[in-house]
């Protein structure tokens, strides 16, 4: 897997948190390029998927840990 | 030994203000009542647009920030608070006169104009859209992202107004816009007409004219899902403020875009009156009620933040046809 241009830690935070600062830190990145994205809130493990197919970027691997999800987006191309 | 000071305070005879709270609309010093020229007789707006940062939300604004500090939660807080501008706007030049933070969220739809005035007074903007939350959630990303804003982690440095269940948005209608209109119409209004927003115009000025004659009719105005009216709530998408109180509401009218707009545009060149849209869909709705007498409207703010929508509905419309 491609390593991630940048990670965001949203620990703490709840929806729609995570995905509003997803969602701005997506718009940053170049196509091609692979956001880490640390979540706490249950939420996300729906939110961040719908988040993706709406954006029509590509969930390249979602992990559950520990009181955690990590999810590595992968931003689409123009 | 004594000095005497011949210091310029405020007079409001003279209107000279020590500060520009000063010119909050008071009962004794209200917005004006003006007279439409046209449509249905002993029908008048009420200019909420002349009060000091711009729209009818100076007052509700005032009255939050004055609650929040009576009661001690503002006290090295932050402020956080969903607007589609006007209560942002008022809340930032409060907050800026107080020396205090606040972040704005805002729906994706406001006008730039409106965006540009909060960043011009200091304020931080969250622009998101409505359907922020891609699963099952209402249509009320802004209110969404500030409370996730206070209750996450770190949020305790947040207050949130909150606009659409402080009953402090109602007082400050019940206790200046109502009584005003009351006076300003020497008891004779038959009808008043407000936009469903927050609500807290139509509920608190409603309960107070109810209670000084429950025969008054008091009209709730509903844009249509979807709506391009800044300020207006269809409950067909967007939750009820727990504020709103409908034992005080006779009658909802539903005005789509087309007819706001085309009605705005109308008071532009039949009255002078440089409103915004929400105007055009107060005056709308007043044109489709039986006429019972002097009527009241709410005219929540001016047309100069919306500059860029009326272009868009203009097109050439005031060019030369050559």
């Known amino acids: 897997m491609e390593t991630a241009a940048t990670t965001l830690d949203t620990s703490g935070l709840l929806c729609p948190l995570p995905v509003y600062k997803a969602s701005l830190v997506l718009n940053k990145l170049d196509p091609g390029q692979v956001l880490e994205l640390i979540c706490t809130d249950p939420g996300s493990l729906a939110d961040i998927p719908a988040l993706v197919r709406q954006r029509g970027d590509r969930l390249v691997k979602a992990e559950e840990r520990e009181h955690q999800q990590v999810f590595w987006i992968e931003k689409a191309a123009l | 030994m004594t000095t005497t000071t011949n210091r310029l305070s ?19 010093d209200p917005t004006p009542l003006v007279r439409l020229r046209h449509g249905t007789p002993d029908t008048f707006l009420k200019l909420e647009w002349f009060s000091p940062f711009g ?6 604004a005032a009255y939050l920030l004055d609650g929040l500090a009576e ?8 402020l956080v608070e969903a ?30 104009e409106k965006k540009t005035l909060l960043r011009m007074l200091g304020a931080e903007v969250w622009e998101t859209p409505d359907d922020l939350c891609p699963v099952d959630h209402p249509k009320d990303g802004a209110i969404a992202l500030a409370r996730s804003l206070v209750n996450s982690a770190g949020g305790d440095r947040y207050v949130m107004p909150g606009q ?12 200046t816009t109502g009584p005003e209109i009351w006076a300003q119409t020497e008891g004779r209004i038959r009808t008043f007409v407000a936009g469903f927003g927050t ?3 139509i509920t608190g000025v409603g309960r107070f004219l109810k209670e000084q004659d429950p025969t008054i009719r008091i009209v709730g105005v509903e844009p249509n899902p979807g709506h391009r009216l800044p300020g207006l709530k269809s409950f067909q998408e967007a939750k009820q403020p727990t504020i709103l109180d409908w034992d005080v509401i006779d009658e909802v009218v539903r005005i789509d875009d087309e007819t706001a707009y085309a009605r705005t545009l109308r008071l532009y060149r039949e009255e002078a009156l440089i409103v915004g849209p929400s105007t055009g869909a107060v005056v709308a709705a007043i ?6 007498g002097v009527t009241v409207g709410i005219s929540p703010d001016s047309g100069l933040k919306y500059l860029s929508y009326f272009a868009d509905m203009l097109g050439d419309d005031g060019t030369p046809t050559i």
């Open chain 2, 10 to 28: 405020t007079d409001r005879n003279l209107r000279r203000y020590d500060d520009i709270r000063d010119l909050l609309p008071t009962r004794h």
């Open chain 2, 55 to 60: 729209s009818i939300k100076d007052r509700a």
């Open chain 2, 71 to 78: 009661r001690g939660e503002l006290d090295g807080k932050e």
């Open chain 2, 83 to 112: 607007t589609s501008g006007n209560t942002g706007i008022a809340l930032a030049a409060l907050a800026a006169l107080a020396g205090v933070k606040l972040t704005v969220t805002i729906p994706d739809g406001v006008p730039e």
């Open chain 2, 164 to 175: 659409y269940d402080n009953p402090d948005n109602v007082r400050a209608h019940y206790e």
């Open chain 2, 199 to 201: 609500t807290g115009t």
């Open chain 2, 287 to 292: 044109d489709r009620l039986d006429p019972n």
